[in-house]
């Protein structure tokens, strides 16, 4: 009938709602109506109680809380979608969708289904985290805004800020037409061909091209898995798919961008990362999402990017723990590289010296292909690895027997001086920033305390500051004990600060650099420190973990661990899976230069040489160590045989929040039942108090990890309404796979 207009239909919108809304609360969606078919995927702005906020049009049912059950292994069913949302005649007390981003291309089908179980497998809503992964600026702007800054993607990007490489904007070639499989590569990604591979790296290229298996790239450092990267990542651009590379940290991304960008100059490369501004962000979203960037590289964050002709996932350092985010919706991005790999049926290349204990198991099941590099290229010889008894060694350098005398054995001195006399550079590893880590008066025993948190503040000698280094206090230095006012307050332990000043007393001339989160605070200092270490203006290198991974220092031919033991001796599990790791990334760092490998050196000053891990060590044997971990672990009940969620609850008082989460162990029982699940007693963690807030963790852990994820579903209702009854807590969260216990 002419004139008659079609009735609203019912949309189902992801949004980001508080988690007391009832629904928001499980899933975060919610119905509104609208006057035309929206297409899942669509973004919109809707009405949540007084405000306007940005939302996604979803598919109606989401996938269950917890479907498909092993996120880490990757055998998950894919959710399924559901028939659109816009099925149904709404109720008159819906409230209309305000207005649709039409300018974009909805997100995709498998993009939602990422969501979807990222959020059932990590207890989160739906909303909450859909709306989080992406861009700040995208939820903010409307449809002529957007449309105004997709024409912009052809023109030159704003530069990046000088801390990481601007990336490549040129306008995306037109697609290559498809190769047979294992075709040598042509035009742009014919550059590959350019380098020689070894054996190593020929083998493991063929092996990684039989299937869509997930693969570890498993090479010493030094081996050319960068190479790999780029080989695999020459076959997907000249099939016209998509590459995402995934790096830890933001320091580890110039280096990899320069290597991508030289080898392919003709595609479009974008980075995603938290060095961004709001507006390089979006616009290099934007050209994932729209198929423009070819290539894309980024932290864990980009593992949630929209790329709609992805073909290849590349995990560097796949073991580093910077993966799994540590707040909001606790995710593993490795782990999710796999389950979206799988779900699209293309490759993902895991690469690592040191595998994490849980991918070397898969490998072990054989759920994982292993690709091994075990020689460097060029033929260069590992680090020799020397241990250094502390214990049958006096103090050495000005000031022994006192605070000041230097940590540095005399060998590893001598040692030092020589290769500051060859020209070769030194890089010394003390995983503890500032000058010492308390300042402590010996006539009351006050110590530098700080006062809303149950840790130490250190002490900064360069601005004369006790820094508290969680919730962020400076106060500058007492002149005099603040409880007995006596003037000799002095700083107990050592930091790189102090280290840095120390070396510069006992190796006068030394051209002596420090590296960590204190030093390189300053836009694109990072890169200006790293560039003078690659410039030979650096004769001894003082830092942090942040040096320790992924750097090519091709000068360095001795690394010295100062003080790595405190790892040796602790409750946590996964100390000596992190140690072992980082001190044979750090031995990596030497001799990467062939014709100076054969001198090189790993220094290790210990009070333990006999440790297990140390022997390990010694031998470069990764092997060794990883089984013999896994049998502890084993007979321990421990990850990754058995599955692990933690349940932290602040409050003023840490009262309340062990009584917030004995309530809710009780509400698990009687959930699970006598099935093969356990919820230990409330603990506080290591850091008890932070900021005035008391902080209270329980651990869970089961078998079974599909039981784990049905009792954890059921149970998030629970603690919603638990929540409402203990209003001393001020927020819980549930960590599934928890990294730090």
């Known amino acids: 009938m002419s004139g008659e207009t079609s009735p609203p239909v019912r949309v189902t919108v992801a949004v980001e709602a508080p988690r007391h809304a009832a629904l928001a609360a499980a899933t975060g969606l919610l119905d509104y109506t609208s006057e035309r078919t929206l297409a899942p995927g669509t973004l919109v702005r809707v009405p949540l109680g007084r405000r306007e906020v940005a939302g996604i049009v979803w598919d109606r049912p989401p996938a269950l809380a917890g479907a498909g059950a092993e996120v880490a292994a990757a055998d998950a069913t894919p959710a399924q979608a559901a028939a659109s949302p816009a099925t149904q005649t709404p109720t008159p007390t819906l409230k209309p ?33 859909a709306l989080a992964v992406l861009p700040p600026q995208l939820r903010q702007i409307d449809d002529t805004q957007l449309a105004r800054r997709l024409r912009r993607l052809e023109r030159p990007a704003p530069p990046a800020p000088p801390a990481v490489a601007a990336p490549s904007t040129s306008p995306a070639p037109p697609e290559p037409e498809p190769t047979a499989a294992g075709a040598p590569p042509t035009g742009a990604a014919g550059a590959a061909a350019q ?38 990542a020459a076959r997907a651009l000249q099939a ?9 940290e933001i320091n580890l991304t110039p280096q990899l961008e320069a290597r991508f960008a030289t080898r392919f100059p003709a595609h479009t490369l974008a980075s995603l990362h938290s060095a961004l501004t ?22 864990r964050l980009a593992v949630f990017a929209s790329l709609p002709r992805l073909g290849l996932i590349v995990v560097d350092e796949e073991h580093d723990a910077s993966f799994k985010q540590q707040e909001g919706a606790r995710y593993s991005a490795r782990d999710l590289a796999v389950w979206r790999a799988r779900q699209l049926g293309v490759p993902v290349l895991l690469g690592s010296a040191t595998p994490s204990l849980e991918t070397w198991q898969r490998v072990l099941q054989g759920r994982y292909r292993r690709l091994a590099l075990p020689q460097r290229i060029g033929g260069g010889e590992l680090p020799r690895v020397r241990l250094v008894d502390m214990r049958r060694l006096p103090a050495s350098g000005p000031g022994a027997g006192s605070g000041d005398a230097t940590p540095l054995a005399p060998p590893l001195l001598a040692a030092l001086r020589e290769r500051v006399e060859r020209g070769e550079q030194s890089l010394l590893l003390l995983n503890r920033r500032g000058y010492a880590p308390v300042l402590h008066c010996p006539a009351c025993g006050w110590k530098s305390g700080c006062p809303h ?86 004769d001894v290198l003082v830092g942090t973990q942040i040096l320790a991974k992924g750097h090519d220092f091709r000068r360095v031919t001795l690394v010295a661990a100062v003080n790595p033991d405190g790892a040796l001796f602790t409750s946590d599990f996964r100390a000596p899976e992190r140690l072992f790791a980082l001190l044979m990334q750090a031995a990596g760092r030497a001799g990467r230069d062939a014709a100076q490998s054969a001198g090189s050196e790993m220094w290790i000053q210990t009070t333990s040489p006999g440790h297990a891990l140390y022997a390990a060590l010694v031998r470069h044997d990764y092997e060794a160590f990883a089984q013999a971990q896994l049998d502890e672990r084993r007979a321990a009940g421990l990850p990754p045989f058995t599955h692990l969620a933690l349940v932290r609850a602040e409050a003023r008082e840490a009262a309340a929040a ?46 079974s990890r599909p039981l784990l994820q049905r009792a954890l579903a059921a149970w998030l209702p629970g603690l919603v309404a638990l929540r409402a009854h203990h209003r001393g807590v001020i927020r819980w969260a549930v960590d599934v796979d928890p990294l730090a216990i």
């Open 97 to 129: 969708v305000k207005a649709a981003l039409d300018a974009m291309p909805p997100l995709s089908a498998s993009w939602r289904a990422l969501i979807d179980f990222a959020a059932g497998y990590y207890q989160r809503g739906v909303g909450e985290l």
């Open 195 to 232: 380098v020689a591979l070894t054996a190593d790296q020929d083998a493991a290229l063929e092996a990684f091209a039989l299937d869509a298996t997930p693969a570890l790239l498993h090479g010493v450092t030094g081996s050319g898995k960068t190479e790999v990267y780029l080989r695999a």
């Open 240 to 248: 016209g798919r998509q590459v995402l590379v995934l790096v830890p």
């Open 278 to 299: 709001p507006a390089q962000r979006l616009r290099h979203w934007l050209l994932a999402h729209e198929g423009r960037a070819d290539l894309v590289l980024g932290t």
């Open 453 to 538: 948190c149950s840790a130490w503040r250190v002490f900064h000698k360069a601005d004369r500051t006790l820094r508290c280094h969680h919730c962020g206090l400076t106060e500058r230095v007492p002149r005099a004990c603040p409880e007995c006012g006596n003037l000799d307050i002095a700083p107990i332990g050592r930091g790189t600060e102090k280290l840095e000043e120390q070396l510069a007393a006992v190796l006068p001339g030394a051209r002596i650099a420090r590296i960590d989160a204190d030093s390189t605070r300053g836009v694109g200092e990072l890169a200006r420190q790293l560039a003078a270490v690659h410039d030979g203006e650096v």
């Open 658 to 703: 062990t009584a917030f989460l004995r309530d809710a162990a009780v509400q698990l029982q009687a959930l699970a039942g006598a099935a093969d699940l356990r919820a230990y007693p409330p603990v506080p963690p290591a850091l008890a108090r932070v900021a005035d807030v008391e902080r209270v963790q329980m651990l869970v852990e089961s078998r």
